[in-house]
Every structure is written in C-alpha cells, then in structure tokens.
C-alpha cells in the first residue's frame, strides 16, 4: 500500500483505469468463454442427437424392407456431416445391421454385432449418440452415431484465443485512453502543484491558477485563489505595517538621537549664560572688584539672562505647537508698521550685540497693501525667529528683510543674509526639532536648534508655507507665504494700545501687587528713582484693601498670587476703581494668558522677566 | 463378403417364426405387410382389414397364414381368395395375381382406396399401384405414385424412398431407377 501511495497521481489513475478494464474484461471473458463452451457442447450435443435422429429416420425405409445395402448407403451419408467419424445401425434384437467408419477412424472404432460390445478408443474425444428407430410406433432398431469432439475443443480454444486477442487489444485502449484521460484529473494537480511550488520558491502570492470548467477542481482553484488573495492582502497590509514600523522607529530612534543632543546641548546652553549670571553675580559681590568693571559685569550678566530667557520661549513655544495649544487669531495687521517695528527693533539687538559689521535693511514697498487678515503675534515671533538667525549666522555682511511679492492669494516675505549659509543636504533637515547645522565636535553658534522648527510649525498655522534657498559660505534666503486674505478697514491702530497716562511731571501713586519679594525689590529698584509713591500688597486681598484707603494712579498686578489672584482683585478693585490703571505682570506668556488678563479688566500687561524699559515706556508715555 | 453376410443374415431374420425355408412367396407376405405400414387408408367405420387375393393361391396361403394372428392398423386381418370384387365389401388390399382380367380390376378399383399390388412384370404401366418382381436375384419393387394419388391413399415416402422404381411419378418427371 506504501508503494502504492508513492506513486504519482498520473500514475494511479492509469493504474486505476487499467485494474478495472482488466479486471472486468477478464471475469467478462472467462464468463463468456464459460458460455460460449457450454453453448458450443450443447449446440454440438444437440446438433449430433439431431443427426442420429434423422439418420434414424431415414433408415427406417431400408430396415423396413430389410434393405441393408440400402441402409449403409443412408449411414454413408455422415460422409458430409461435420464431426461424424462412425455410425452403425442394429436391429431390434441389438444385432449389427451395417455400419460406416470414416477411414481414418476406422483404427478408433469397432462394431460389435452385439451393440454392447462396441468398443471405442480414445474415448475421451468420441462421443456417441443414440437414436431410435422408430415409424407408427414400431421399434425397427438403434442408431448409434460417434461423433469426435477434438473439432469444437478447437473451436473453444480459438474462441479463448480470439477473447485474448480481445483483451489484449482493448487492454492497449484502455492504457491509451488513461493516458488521455488522467490528464483531465492531474493536469490541474499539476498545474496547481506548479503555482504552489513558484509561489513557494519566489515567494509571490500575486500569482493565480485558471480553470474555465466547472467542477470540484475549479472549487479548489476558487479557494486556493482566495487563500492566495488573503494571504497577498495580509502580506500588503504587514509589509506596509513593516514599513510604518521601520520608519517611526528610524523616526523614534532619530528623535531618541536629538533629543539626547538637546539634552545635551539645552544643559550646555543653560548653563553656559547660567554661568556667566552666576560667576559675574559672584564677582560683584567680592570687595576686590575694581568699580569700574561693575558695568560691565553687569551687561554681561544682562546678556546671559536675555539669552536664558529666549532659550525659554522656544521650549514654551515648541511644546505648545506640539501639544495643539497655539491658538491664532486673525486681525487686521498693517505690515507694514510691523516690518517697520521689527527694524527697529533689531538695529537696538544689533547693537546691543555689538554687530557693527552688519548692516540691516528693510525693503518696504510702503505703495502696496499695508492690511491684511492675519495673527500679527504669529507673524511678528516668525519674523523675528528668521531675523534672530540671520542675526545668529551672520558675521559681515548684510541682512534685508520685507515683502517679496504680493498677489491675491498670497503675501511673501523673505530674510536674507550673507551668513554663513547651508549646505543643501541639511536643507531639508533644517526645519526639524533640535536641529542645528553645527554639532557637538564643531559647534559654533548657541541654540537649542528650536527656532526654526517653530517658525515653520506657526507659518504652518497661519496656512502658509515657508521654504529656504542657501549656499554654504555665501548665505541664506528663507521665504514663507501667508493667506493675502483681504482686509475690510484700511487702517487700524497697534494691536497694542497706547495708552495715555499720567502726567510725568505728577508724583505717581503706584501700588506692587506682588507675592515674591525679590519681584517686589526688583520693581522697586526700577522705579524709585523716578517720581513715584511705592506701596507693597503681597497678595491680591491686600491689593483690594490699600485701594479702600489710599488713591493709586498704577496697579502693577501679579496674576498668580496667594488668597485673591490677580484677575479677580482686578476685576473688584476696576469695579470700585475704574479709573485706577491696572498693569498685569505675568510669568504666563502665552497669548490666551494675556487676553485672559485683559478681560479681567486690566489696562495693559507686560510679561516677566520684566524689561525695565518696556516697563518705563508703559508707565510714562503719553 | 461381408456384408452379403449381413444381408444373407438379414434375409434370415426377415423369415417367418416357424423358420421356414426363405422363397420368393414368403418374402412376398413379408413386403406386403411392410407395405401396409407405409400406406394410410381414409378412415372408415370398418373394424376389418379384407386383403383379397385373385388367382395366386400359393400367395393366399401364406397370407392366411401370416395374417390369421396379425392385425393391420389395428384392425382385424380378413385374406379372402376370390376373383370377384364384391362392390359392397371392398378390400383395403388387392393382390392380383391372375393379369388376364386386370384391365377390368383396374377399372373396378380406379379412384377407389384400394391397395392394388401385383407380381408380375410391367403391371405398374397398366395401372397396379405397386408391382413385385425379381431383379438381380432380389425382391424389388415398383410404384405407380399416379394411381396411388389417384385411389386417395396416402403413401409415405419411407415406402417411395425403398421403392426401385416410380412409375408416373407425380410430379411429371420421368420414372427413377434404383
């Protein structure tokens, strides 16, 4: 059974086809060639009885008249009957009356007068057969008639032979007919087999098997094709998964990377100014120190903070782009005044850096459009992150800034520089988190490499897009584009009130509303040495109460403070006071913050650390 | 040599059961009572078989022997010697053996069911139906099929088949010799 189930499939159904058609064939022809030799005995029997009663009958005229000589001349007549080698005929007393023998039988046969004395040899070939004499119911005697049988075992025999042939013939038609046959069975094993063996060796399950019939096998087909399908649809969606996978974890391991060197750079450059606070900090406050370098100590440790304090706003800003809470309000903004305020602006910053060999310049069409609908905050920080670069990257040369072009769907600016520029495989990367074109073995410039990350995540939010032109050693053009959405109002004021405050030449009444004392000493070394009456609340409640007994021209309001905060005593004391102007001073930055502060009823607001000369310019301008 | 053994002993068997000497007479009854066998009569009411023998008394006395005990077609067996046929008694068999007056037996029995059988030769051409005589030294005889057809008896071919000759065969061919 083993062998069996080895052999091919082609091969056993041939097997198959041919175990039955000769299977069948053979019980068919031994079952014939039974019949056929019964058949052919009895015909034989029959037809040798036949003859023994007619020569019976014929004899009867003869033996009637006692005629023997005519009585051989009837049994002479077996001369022309097949199978017949002797007849004799006897009397009713069972003598011989005559007999014939054919003469090459003559040595097999004897008659006896006596017709139980006859004696026949070779009796397994010879047969006898009887028949009676008899006419009108008279016994006239006995016909014994001996046939040889040898003739139809000959025919018998070429029967099985010709059965043979037969069998042997159809045999070679049966093979034939397998052979075409099974192809109708295993070619499609086969073929199915074939598919299966590609896919498995080439591994591509977008191959199909095809079959036109319908039958079990097409059944197979169908499901074998479906399998395939799931198994292509599964393979689709893994290897996109694995390409998913492959890139967030190149994504997560690039990330892991940077923020492992913002890690490392953000404690460098925290500390770097931090250092410089603390070691000129120290140096003031030794004896030793000659007076004259006081000053210069303390712009140093001026600039450390400053530098400390943008370092701050851009991890605020990048983890509120990242966290979705930007808000942008759009507004009518004249960018003109804007660009105008940033030139400003950076001549001071300039200066202040001592970059003398570095020119700026404003390229202001002031004939074009100067209103448009967008967040003037938004814009102004992008515009101030590109110029701070170029300020950062540059070292001779020039920076211009301004409009480029102005359509109807879109306004672009641009800064350019004649830094040190970019090499165009960091293009694309420049705008990534804590990128920085230096790295930690050749670092030239500070930074937490957030700027420009978060100018292209707020042009992004204004609907813009921004893009960079560079050539290394030659410098730097950065582009962005905003929404040229069209402004019903031709000109507004400054999204920042001016306000008109006291007379300068009046002694002003200012009350600190400060919970930290170092604040409250802070604020009051910037302003006693201007006309003013100082007084101290260390808590909104107390706020509310120096009010009730004492006349205040400013509040200088902290929001976050102990019993009341800053909004509600500002809400109370405008509600009893409307007069009194409220300046919020708030460490929270954020733009909904300082709207926050503004609905409460405060006048204006300036955020912490505190710029004395913001704080001046609030206090004592017109 | 042989088979005139046979024969010789055949002849033997065929003589009556007294064992008398074989003669042509004996041999004669002999084939006149095979002849019975072979011939059928229309069917009558008469419980006797009449053989009537004209003229050859030799003949009548073996018949009367042979017959005293045997019947044919189981009817009783009546030999009369007489030279005139009785109209009103009619003989199945009639042996003629005086042939002056055969012409008038002749016509006497024409188309009548009456056996006609003579002895002598060339009475077959004058209308006997079967005629006996000797031909190599062996007892033959010959048939007239047309008077045979004629007298409505029926013959069966056994009897025609051992007969040497036919005379006016009925089908239009010539007469057959053995």
């Known amino acids: 059974m083993q062998r069996i189930g080895n052999i091919s499939i082609k091969g056993k159904i041939i097997l198959l086809i041919l175990s039955v058609t000769y299977g069948t064939m053979i019980l068919w022809s031994v079952f014939v060639l039974f019949q056929h030799s019964n058949e052919t005995k009895k015909t034989f029997n029959q037809s040798m009885q036949m003859n023994a009663k007619i020569i019976a009958d014929y004899v009867v005229g003869p033996i009637s008249f006692n005629d023997t000589i005519e009585t051989k001349n009837i049994l002479k007549r077996i001369n022309s009957i097949p199978s017949i080698i002797g007849i004799a005929a006897y009397g009713t007393n069972k003598q011989l009356i005559t007999n014939y023998i054919l003469n090459e039988h003559k040595p097999n046969i004897t008659y006896s007068y006596n017709i139980e004395k006859t004696t026949i040899e070779d009796q397994a070939n010879i047969k006898s057969f009887v028949g009676e004499i008899v006419y009108d119911n008279i016994h006239y005697g006995t016909i014994i008639l001996h046939a040889n049988t040898t003739e139809i075992q000959d025919q018998i025999q070429n029967y099985a032979k010709t059965l043979l042939f037969f069998i042997f013939l159809l045999g070679i038609l049966a093979y034939l007919a397998a052979l075409y046959m099974q192809k109708i069975i295993s070619k499609p094993i086969q073929d199915l087999a074939s598919v299966s063996r590609q896919i498995s060796e080439n591994n591509d399950f977008s191959l199909r098997v095809h079959r036109s019939t319908q039958d079990e096998i097409t059944e197979l087909y169908n499901a074998f094709n479906n399998m395939l399908a799931q198994i292509e649809s599964r393979d689709r969606i893994r290897t996109e998964y694995e390409i998913q996978l492959t890139k967030a974890k190149t994504k997560a391991e690039e990330a892991d990377k940077l923020k492992t060197s913002f890690l490392t750079n953000m404690s460098h450059e925290l500390r770097t100014p931090m250092n410089a606070i603390l070691g000129f900090s120290s140096l003031l406050l030794e004896e030793e120190t000659p007076c004259g370098q006081y000053k210069s100590f303390i712009e140093i440790i001026n600039e450390s903070g400053n530098t400390l304090l943008n370092l701050v706003d851009d991890i605020l800003d990048i983890s509120k782009i990242e966290a979705g809470q930007i808000d942008i309000k759009k507004e009518d903004t004249n960018i003109h005044r804007l660009l105008e305020e940033l030139l400003l602006s950076f001549n001071e910053i300039k200066h202040q850096k001592k970059a003398g060999e570095i020119a700026l310049f404003l390229e202001n069409n002031r004939n074009c459009k100067n209103l448009i609908l967008t967040d003037p905050y938004r814009l102004r920080q992008i515009l101030m992150n590109l110029l701070g670069n170029a300020l950062k990257f540059t070292d001779v040369g020039n920076i211009s800034f301004g409009i480029e072009s102005i359509t109807k769907q879109k306004v672009t600016f641009y800064v350019t520089d004649t830094g040190i520029g970019i090499s165009s495989e960091q293009i694309p990367l420049i705008f990534e988190r804590f990128r920085k074109i230096d790295n930690e073995k050749n670092r030239l410039f500070r930074g937490a490499g957030l700027g420009l990350a978060i100018t292209k995540k707020l042009v992004e939010l204004l609907d813009g897009e921004i893009w960079l032109e560079s050539q290394l050693g030659i410098g730097s053009t950065f582009r962005f584009s905003i929404p040229n959405v069209i402004s019903d109002s031709k000109e507004i004021t400054n999204n920042l009130v001016k306000r008109s405050f006291a007379d300068t030449t009046k002694r002003l009444n200012i009350l600190i509303a400060e919970d930290e004392s170092n604040n409250y000493k802070y604020l009051y070394q910037l302003l006693f040495k201007y006309n003013v009456n100082i007084s101290w609340a260390k808590n909104g409640q107390e706020a509310i109460n120096l009010c009730n007994i004492k006349d205040f021209d400013f509040i200088l309001m902290d929001i976050k403070m102990p019993i009341v905060d800053g909004y509600k005593a500002t809400k109370i004391i405008k509600a009893t006071f409307p007069t009194i102007k409220i300046i919020a001073q708030t460490a929270y930055a954020g733009k909904t913050e300082l709207e926050k502060v503004l609905e409460a009823g405060c006048d204006d607001y300036i955020v912490k650390p505190i710029n004395p000369n913001k704080l001046i310019s609030k206090l004592f301008s017109n | ?178």
């Open chain 2, 1 to 178: 040599m042989f088979l005139i053994a046979i024969c010789t002993f055949l002849t033997i068997t065929m003589l009556p059961d007294n064992n008398n000497p074989i003669d042509e007479t004996s041999l004669k009854v002999a084939y006149i009572e095979r002849f019975t066998r072979f011939v059928e009569w229309p069917q009558d009411s008469s419980n006797e078989f009449i053989i009537q023998i004209i003229g050859d008394t030799e003949l009548y006395d073996a018949m009367q022997a042979k017959f005293k005990t045997h019947s044919i077609k189981n009817k009783k067996t009546s030999v009369i010697n007489s030279s005139e046929i009785d109209e009103n008694n009619l003989p199945q068999l009639l042996i003629i053996g005086n042939i002056n007056k055969i012409e008038n037996y002749i016509l006497k029995t024409a188309n009548k069911p009456i056996l006609t059988i003579s002895n002598e030769t060339s009475m077959c051409e004058k209308g006997v139906m079967i005629n006996l005589f000797i031909h190599e030294k062996r007892l033959r005889f010959e048939v007239n099929e047309q008077a045979l057809r004629n007298s409505k008896l029926y013959v069966n071919y056994r009897l025609m088949q051992m007969a040497m000759r036919i005379i006016y065969p009925v089908n239009n061919q010539n007469a057959t010799n053995r």
